[in-house]
């Protein structure tokens, strides 16, 4: 996804208030149960960052790859692809990245 096509950060709250709606209108309306958890992130885990030196992230804690054909980050023998690199997006970009990462990574385990 390029960066121009992100929603802005005020339309990520409010998808996610959304999506919040949709999970209120299920403990209403849905199936008779003792306890429903809600666990919808749509932030980077800041652990990451803050406990691997040499990883470089953007001040939104997203973590900075060097080379969007590999996932390879700014700490050595580190990839990163996904929602923890665009910010929230999507299955298919997230998949698309763990697969360029997956034959990068392959490609570096054989010395290539
Ligand atoms: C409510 C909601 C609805 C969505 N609906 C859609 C949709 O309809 N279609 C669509 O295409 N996309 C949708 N998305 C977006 C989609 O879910 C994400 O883009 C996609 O899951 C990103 O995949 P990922 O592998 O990058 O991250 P994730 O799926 O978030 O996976 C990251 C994993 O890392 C784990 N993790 C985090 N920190 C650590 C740690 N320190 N150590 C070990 N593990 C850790 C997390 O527990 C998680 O399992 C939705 C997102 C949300 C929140």
Same mark, same amino acid.
């Given at each position: 996804? /390029?960066?121009?096509?992100?929603?802005?950060?005020?339309?990520?709250?409010?998808?996610?208030?959304?999506? /919040?709606r949709q999970a209120t209108w299920l403990l209403d309306s849905g199936p008779d149960c003792d306890v429903v958890v809600i666990a919808i992130g749509t932030t980077p885990n800041p652990l990451v960052p803050r406990t691997t030196t040499g990883l470089e992230t953007t001040r939104h804690g997203t973590v900075v790859v060097k080379d969007e054909a590999t996932g390879r980050t700014t700490k050595d023998r580190?990839?990163?692809?996904?929602d923890v690199v665009t910010g929230a997006a999507t299955v298919i970009s997230a998949m698309g990245a763990g697969k360029r990462a997956a034959a990068d990574m392959d490609a570096f385990l054989r010395g290539a």
């Open positions: 996804m /390029l960066k121009s096509q992100r929603p802005a950060f005020g339309a990520e709250v409010a998808w996610a208030r959304w999506q /919040l580190v990839w990163a692809g996904g």
